[in-house]
């Protein structure tokens, strides 16, 4: 007898399925009912560039203490795929269990000793009961939510209550759906009694929290932030923002009493298209955004870069998979942010927004729209695929009413008509952001040319080089003040004084809150700097010097943010130690841990000679 | 390279226009283009129109791209606000910028380097989406910036000045149009604004996606013998099926025409366009037949100018996405931001 893990409310569950096979709702009704019962849960997708007949997984993490990173390994594994049921098998940890469709009878070699072998007839017990292949093939799917939720304590209850939310409004799907439940449950109960050692315990874990995608939650803060042109073209893992900012739209923009939208939603016919509407929009006074990801952000290059040098406000929200190239388009990565810092040719820097999960995709997506107008530049909210396309369980989200939008300095009519100077390049208050007028504004006052070409303060075409060295150290400035203004980093000190620091951002944040609870118990302790934008605030310089060695956790190859804080910050890069992870998966708290005691125990060994600071 | 400023002096006994604007009111900067371009005769056809349609000049946004073209907003309406772009990409940022204000004139001015090459795409598109705009090309089969190149729109077998022979087969921008759906297409001559100006006055105020396509010699690099886009040459092939006259509100116009050979297209606004028939066959409103001739004419060699295509009925972007009346840059919190009570219930959804 293999030895038998026994958790509660702390385990990891996989489900290996075909794609279109309709198993995505079932799978998410089993992860939702165990929300229902109060314990967090951690959710993510892992699905091929397909449509139909491709290997999809759905891992579920049950976690009471409500750790929102991949853990990495598989405690109950449920390969409903025989394409990938040997890969599947191998990834179960030592006394876990392997659930399956025990139909038909399976040689012992497809199996491992090591492990629980939790067989329940699926096909045999759809196909007595159901006629049509259809019904089979998607009930079949709730028989084994069914027995799960079984073989886990799951209440029944809880599923018969999630039934029926899902088929509200069909209510004939209700009763099938119900009744393949209990099939499974009750197959488990008769035959499978106490076969499993993992066990889900009713707790007060979940409390308030809503349990949403990054990209839905960016296209909710967009409607929140009062963005009214969208123009957009479909590329994973951004398309469902801008799918979800239409359907937010058309629930909550739209006038009451002549049911016109307060909204424009174009799809484009490529990106940079896409892009160029934004920024006519932009510079005709609308709040507008695309969502893209990195193949995108490589076509909207000189866009960006007019944007930049024209200063035109521009919201662009970057779903970052796996790059370069079509790279792994179904993968999660941070490798674009270089790509965005310094897009386009010539010298130019941009704002990036980093939020950590889908609430701060919401707070950052409704800000960044302030960012733009106020800093009349293009904003990047760099959000990836593990925030933007999976689930999590966030905060919930909040709004003050009493919040105006920060139009930036656009310039009225009556201020033009009262004689105040206008120079649509003039710094005339010390913060290097100028005044725009929008088109139409006065008969006489106001109207310039933009263009991408170098001009003088009073937007006159020059090739003087004075005009524009003024004009590019200006720019410059800009910058300076966008530093005051962005999101600041957030400081997690250590419990001990310590030299040791460490720097992360963006959907990193859910492993390393774990991770650094585990330093800490192992004695290891570090202070942590969460970084929220670019360019940095100047708490980011002074934290790296407070510390002697600094690691970086960054998911790409080539340390992206240890060049940016190089390279803004002039800090020698030996003080940096780069944690990298980019196979496409989420990072791990477990990857992080080890990586880092590995690599102070490897100092120990021989220690590294002291940077000055 | 528009160092100088214009005088601001004006003859005290200069017309104005029922809005009380003069022509020097519909000026921009002095041109910097070569003397005697195709393209200045265009910039002079449109302040005509303007001053003759009392549109007051601050609203009108011109939008162009990159290239001798794209330079010349500069030199018309200098109480606009312009926006010189990217190279073919124009269209888009006017898209975009119409979709801001649905209350301007969006004038978008192109050449043929910009728009039958890199810009193609974005030609179509803009009007296939209905954008309710002007969209003028300045077509001289010749990239005049980088000095004598052909475009996309050059003929096969036209000889450049440097004496190169044209292999590629033209791009014809009217037919792009009517096949995108662009809701009126004309084509005329820069060199005669009699033609011109009365189809700018008839395009601005249509209310849909409008092309004129303008055969603009460039004097420079394309004005020699063997070149199809010379001043000799256009004049020589011009076959123009149609004159237009414009007429706003009771402003009758009274000329002596055959009876039957003009009919009137009322516009949404009242105005009406009087087209008189030169060739008795075209009928502008029937797209398929004046893509027929449009097509077997060509084949011959003729350039065919004129009102070529008018839907009188037709539909913008706006209508298609039903946006609400005001102007989307105008709404403010109150009608954009549905509130912390809005999202305390959605935040129930997602639990």
């Known amino acids: ?613 | 390279m528009t160092y100088l400023a214009k005088p601001k002096f004006r003859h005290p006994g200069l017309e104005v226009n029922a809005r009380g604007f003069t022509h020097r009111d519909y000026e921009g900067a002095i041109s910097t283009l070569c003397a005697g371009c195709g393209h200045d005769s265009i910039s002079a056809a449109l302040i005509q129109a303007c001053f003759e349609l009392n549109i007051e000049p601050h609203r009108v946004a011109k939008l162009s791209g990159i290239g001798c073209s794209s330079k010349t907003p500069d030199y018309f309406l200098g109480q606009s606000h312009g926006f010189n772009s990217v190279h073919g990409r124009m269209p888009s940022v006017l898209t975009g910028a119409n979709l801001a204000n649905k209350e301007l004139l969006y004038l978008g001015i192109s050449g043929d380097g910009d728009s039958a090459s890199i810009g193609l795409g974005q030609f179509v598109h803009c009007i296939r989406r209905g954008v309710n705009m002007v969209y003028i090309t300045e077509n001289n089969g010749v990239y005049g910036l980088t000095k004598g190149q052909f475009s996309a729109t050059a003929d096969r077998g036209s000889k450049s000045k440097a004496g190169g022979t044209n292999n590629d087969s033209p791009i014809d921008l009217v037919g792009m149009a009517l096949l995108a759906g662009a809701t009126f297409v004309a084509r005329s001559f820069s060199g005669d604004k009699g033609q011109l100006v009365p189809l700018i006055k008839a395009a601005m105020t249509h209310n849909g996606p409008a092309f004129i396509d303008v055969i603009s010699p460039c004097i420079a690099f394309n004005n020699h013998a063997g070149s199809t886009k010379s001043f000799d040459f256009v004049r020589e092939h011009n076959e123009a099926v149609n004159r237009v006259d414009f007429i706003e509100g009771r402003d009758e116009i009274t000329a002596d025409y055959a009876p039957g050979s003009s009919h009137d297209v009322e516009q949404h606004d009242g105005s009406i366009i009087r087209l008189h028939k030169i060739e008795p066959s075209y009928d502008p409103t029937d797209k398929v037949s004046a893509m027929d001739f449009l097509q077997r004419h060509h084949a011959k060699g003729e350039l065919v100018t004129g009102l070529l295509y008018l839907d009188s009925h037709p539909r913008d972007l706006h209508d298609y996405l039903g946006t609400v009346d005001s102007p989307l840059n105008r709404l403010n919190e109150k009608e954009l931001c549905p509130g912390s009570a809005a999202l305390e219930s959605i935040n129930d959804e997602y639990r």
Not at chain 1, 483 to 511: D, E, H, M, N, W
């Open chain 1, 1 to 613: 007898m293999p030895k038998s893990i026994k958790a509660t409310n702390d385990f990891v569950v996989k489900f290996a399925n075909v794609n279109g096979s309709g198993s995505a709702s079932a799978n998410e009704m089993f992860a939702r009912s165990i929300m229902r019962m109060g314990v967090p849960i951690a959710t993510r997708n892992i699905f091929p560039s397909n449509i139909q007949g491709l290997p999809t997984w759905y891992e579920v993490r049950v976690s009471e203490q409500g750790w929102r990173g991949r853990r990495g390994g598989v405690d109950f594994m449920a390969p409903m795929n025989p394409q990938t049921w040997d890969k599947d098998v191998r990834e179960i940890e030592p006394g876990g269990y392997l659930f399956y469709d025990s139909t038909k009878p399976l040689p012992a070699s497809k199996f491992r000793d090591d492990i629980n072998i939790i067989g329940v007839p699926l096909t045999e017990i759809a196909n007595s009961r159901y006629e049509l292949p259809r019904d089979r093939q998607l009930l079949k799917n709730m028989i084994y939510v069914g027995a799960l939720a079984a073989l886990l304590d799951i209440e029944h209850g809880v599923l018969e209550t999630l039934v029926g939310e899902q088929y509200a409004g069909k209510d004939r799907l209700i009763k099938p759906n119900l009744e393949a439940l209990g099939l499974g449950r009750d197959h488990v109960l008769t035959h499978l009694k106490d076969a499993c050692g993992l066990t889900v315990r009713r707790a007060n874990g979940v409390g308030n929290q809503i349990f949403i995608d990054g990209n839905d939650a960016a296209a909710l803060g967009a409607v929140y932030g009062g963005a009214t042109v969208a123009a957009w073209y479909p590329i994973t893992p951004s398309t469902s923002m801008a799918e979800a900012f239409a359907a937010h739209c058309k629930k909550l923009r739209v006038d009451p009493q002549t049911k016109a939208n307060r909204f424009a939603i174009i799809q484009s016919e490529d990106e940079l298209s896409a892009i160029g509407s934004v920024i006519g929009a932009g510079w005709n006074g609308a709040r507008a955004f695309t969502a893209t990801s990195g193949p995108g952000i490589s076509l909207m290059q000189e866009f960006l870069g007019l944007a930049y040098f024209a200063e035109i406000p521009a919201v662009i929200f970057d779903i970052q998979r796996g790059g370069p190239s079509t790279g792994m388009p179904t993968r999660t990565q941070q490798s674009d942010l270089l790509v965005c810092a310094y897009a386009s040719h010539g010298d130019t820097k941009h704002v990036l927004l980093l939020p950590e999960d889908p609430t701060e995709a919401f707070e950052l997506a409704a800000d960044a729209f302030d960012f733009a107008e106020r800093l009349q530049t293009p904003v990047f909210v760099l959000l990836d695929l593990d925030i933007g396309m999976n689930d999590w369980l966030t905060r919930p989200f909040t709004w003050d009413d009493k919040r105006v939008y920060d139009r930036g300095k656009v310039m009225t009519a009556e201020q033009l008509e009262a004689g105040k100077e206008f120079g649509r390049y003039l710094d005339v208050d010390g913060d290097a952001i100028p005044y725009r007028t929008l088109p139409g504004t006065h008969p006489t006052k106001g109207a310039y040319f933009t263009r991408g070409t170098s001009r003088n303060r009073y937007a006159k075409y020059s090739e003087e080089g004075s005009d524009y060295v003024d004009n590019m150290q200006r720019l410059l400035r800009k910058l300076e003040t966008a530093k005051t203004i962005l999101p600041q980093p957030r400081i997690t000190k250590a419990k001990q004084p310590t030299k040791l620091g460490v720097i992360y951002f963006g959907s990193t944040s859910a492993a390393m809150d774990e991770a650094m609870v585990a330093l800490s118990d192992s004695g290891i302790h570090i202070d942590a700097m969460r970084l929220r934008a670019f360019p940095f605030h100047s708490d980011v310089p002074e934290f790296i010097n407070q510390h002697d060695h600094v690691f970086i956790v960054e998911q790409n190859r080539d340390a992206q943010m240890r060049t940016l804080l190089v390279n803004e910050c002039a800090i020698d890069p030996a003080r940096f130690s780069s944690i990298l992870h980019f196979d496409g998966t989420p990072i791990t708290a477990r990857f992080i841990k080890k990586e880092i005691a590995d690599r102070l125990a490897a100092f120990e060994a021989a220690p590294r000679k002291r940077v000055s600071s």
